[in-house]
């Protein structure tokens, strides 16, 4: 049987292909007739998938509570995906060398899909955390969330890193701490000494570090500081800024941007403020979280200030971030 000429250019092109990295098509032709046909569950990887929930009691809602959070950490790694390849200009490299034909400048439209790509990520997130509000019962939660301690959301090591790679590291120091820093060139160290999130994980009596806060620094402290430093002139804002003059005022990009500043910053931990406050808030006396973070002050965005891209918001949208929200979602329902 004559094979047909696109067969054989493709035979070639393989050839070529596994011949620059020292290898025999032949082989790799055997490999092919032997392998078995793939399947879902295996490409999934469904089974391993679903041994991952070890629940620490026998309440039936600790598992959604479990589930859910993983689905949070996955949404949060398509997120930092994006970024990846935003912070490379899209460039992609296989391991012979061969550069898959992406340009070395970051293109404007490029730059908004992906950027609309993670705001997508955080809009189903956000618009799903009503399993977290009210899919579980608040009896079982207050009870199986203390043989969690001292574990905590908090503890998100990849949100943090969505956090570097959106902004100059600045604008994650402490609000109250950088004024004292203009001016002065801080490193990445000094900086991270202040990041505005030890505020959250402080004991609420003695102000002193929780254990919670402790054991992520502990952990994850480092490479939080290499990946600020990688990030310095890649992460989204740099690239913005790398971009043209006109591109910088493409309109599409720039509400992509502003929507990535409300989805991670307003959005996302006020939803975590709106479950903080219908499982931990009981009449005028409140319920520390379990890691003992001061989610009172630590969740709204309007005692954060934390804005991704303070250039692009108006003064007046300075002074009211997340005040729109908590009147109309939490404060309004729990009237």
């Not at 620490?56 to 390849?85: A, C, G, N, R, V």
């Not at 006109?246 to 990535?260: F, G, R, T, V, W």
Request: net charge negative.
């Amino acid at each position: 049987m004559e094979l047909k000429k696109e067969i054989v250019d493709r035979v070639n092109q393989l050839e070529e292909k596994f011949s620059l990295v020292g290898q025999s098509l032949d082989s790799y032709l055997d490999g092919l007739l032997l392998s078995n046909y793939l399947t879902y569950w295996d490409y999934i990887q469904v089974d391993t998938l679903l041994t991952l929930q070890n629940p620490k009691t026998d309440f039936p809602d600790e598992k959604i509570f479990i589930m859910y959070h993983q689905i949070t950490e996955l949404y949060f790694k398509l997120s930092l995906h994006e970024m990846e390849q935003i912070g490379n200009n899209g460039k992609i490299i296989q391991p012979n060398g061969h550069d898959l034909g992406w340009k070395e400048k970051l293109e404007v439209n490029y730059f908004t899909e992906r950027i609309t790509r993670i705001n997508r990520y955080f809009e189903s997130l956000t618009k799903s955390f009503e399993i977290m509000v009210d899919g579980m019962e608040k009896e079982q939660f207050l009870r199986y969330r203390m043989a969690l301690l001292p574990a905590s959301g908090f503890q998100s090591a990849q949100y943090r890193k969505i956090e570097i790679c959106a902004t100059d590291f600045f604008n994650l120091v402490d609000k109250d701490v950088r004024p004292s820093l203009l001016g002065k060139n801080p490193t990445i160290e000094e900086m991270f000494q202040n990041i505005y999130w030890n505020k959250g994980a402080t004991e609420l009596s003695t102000g002193k570090k929780t254990l919670t806060l402790n054991q992520f620094e502990k952990k994850y402290g480092a490479e939080f500081i290499e990946l600020a430093k990688e990030y310095q002139s890649k992460n989204m804002w740099a690239k913005y800024k790398s971009l043209s003059e006109s591109d910088q005022k493409n309109p599409k990009l720039i509400n992509a941007l502003k929507e990535l500043d409300v989805n991670i910053n307003i959005n996302w931990p006020l939803m975590h403020y709106k479950s903080a406050v219908r499982y931990l808030q009981q009449n005028t006396e409140d319920i520390a979280a379990t890691g003992g973070t001061n989610w009172q002050k630590y969740l709204p965005p309007r005692f954060q200030k934390r804005i991704f891209y303070p250039e692009i918001w108006s003064e007046q949208e300075h002074e009211d971030w997340g005040k729109g929200w908590v009147e109309t979602n939490v404060f309004r329902e729990n009237r």
